[in-house]
């Protein structure tokens, strides 16, 4: 049976693209620093950022899907002034080149990299970072397929806790359809083997919605009380800060049927958080 390696499928959108994967009587490996114990998936021990086991967890392998990055933003959700400037290169560059030059000496008949839609005008460094990643991915012999995807709500609900303590939150007023993993999931995974290649439709979420009542109904399913102050940002900042509204598939889970499982009586995780 073809096999499938997932590098980042212990992450937030890499275990719903696996757990896909399984239930489509798929073949997977997931390469992975520290290997899980999941046991109806094969674990490649390895690192992009050393190369370390990236060899060994290819062979045999018919497609690639690239899930793996390294965002210290979404890592600890939320940002520290040092994300303004810079953003470690070692996984999302350095290890899609190392990833894309062993496949390319092995029979790999494709080679999915998930990216991120607006990177062109990113001007954050991590969305540098992204696209330097992705332009490889484009420039390589392999066939290959870019997906980009919105902002995960798992990533904007955290950004959004980050706010929790101030009494007043200033919000930008700007359009945009962040979406959940699980939808993104499905879509890369049917790209994956649907035969096409290049670049594909973007992943968006199904609500085009401004950031404030975005916030809004985050504060509202927590059952904060606090002020959102929406303010304004330029086209240029906004879609900088990869503030867009994506045009292409869209997803089906909204944002505050999100919320409410996430928050919902009874979930631990709500009341991890200081109301
Ligand atoms: N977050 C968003 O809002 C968003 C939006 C659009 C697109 N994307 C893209 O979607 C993909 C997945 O994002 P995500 O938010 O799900 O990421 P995530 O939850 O932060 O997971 C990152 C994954 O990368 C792995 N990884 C990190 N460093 C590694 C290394 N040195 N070697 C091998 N694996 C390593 C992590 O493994 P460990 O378990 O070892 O840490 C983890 O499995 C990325 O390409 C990201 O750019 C994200």
Request: with cysteine.
């Amino acid at each position: 049976m073809a096999l499938t390696l997932v590098t980042g499928g212990t992450g937030h959108l890499g275990r719903d693209i696996v757990d896909r994967l399984v239930r489509g009587g798929h073949r997977v490996r997931v390469l992975a620093r520290s290997p899980g114990a999941r046991p109806d998936i094969e674990w490649a021990s390895g690192d992009l950022a050393t190369g370390a086991g990236l060899r060994d967890a290819l062979r045999d392998v018919d497609t690639v899907i690239n899930a793996a990055t390294h965002s210290p933003v979404a890592r600890r959700g939320g940002f520290r002034p040092v994300d303004f400037f810079r953003s470690p290169s070692a996984v999302d560059v350095e290890g899609t080149e190392r990833l894309l030059s062993l496949s390319e000496a092995l029979p790999v008949r494709h080679f999915l990299h998930v990216s991120i839609v607006g990177l062109d005008e990113a001007t954050l460094p991590y969305g540098r970072v992204k696209l330097a990643g992705e332009r490889l991915v484009r420039e390589s012999r392999l066939p290959w397929s870019v997906v980009r995807a919105m902002p995960f709500y798992y990533l904007l609900d955290a950004l959004l806790a980050g706010l929790a303590w101030l009494p007043v939150w200033p919000v930008p007023m700007t359009l945009f359809n962040p979406v959940d993993t699980t939808d993104a999931a499905d879509h890369i995974v049917a790209c994956a083997f649907d035969g096409t290649h290049g670049v594909r439709a973007e992943i968006g979420g199904p609500e085009d919605l401004s950031l404030d009542v975005l916030a809004g109904q985050y504060r509202d399913a927590r059952g904060l009380h606090r002020k959102i102050l929406p303010v304004s940002l330029s086209d240029a900042r906004a879609r900088g800060m990869g503030f867009v509204v994506s045009h292409g598939v869209r997803g089906r889970v909204i944002w505050s049927d999100w919320l409410r499982r996430r928050y919902s009586p009874g979930r631990a995780a709500a009341t991890a958080y200081e109301t």
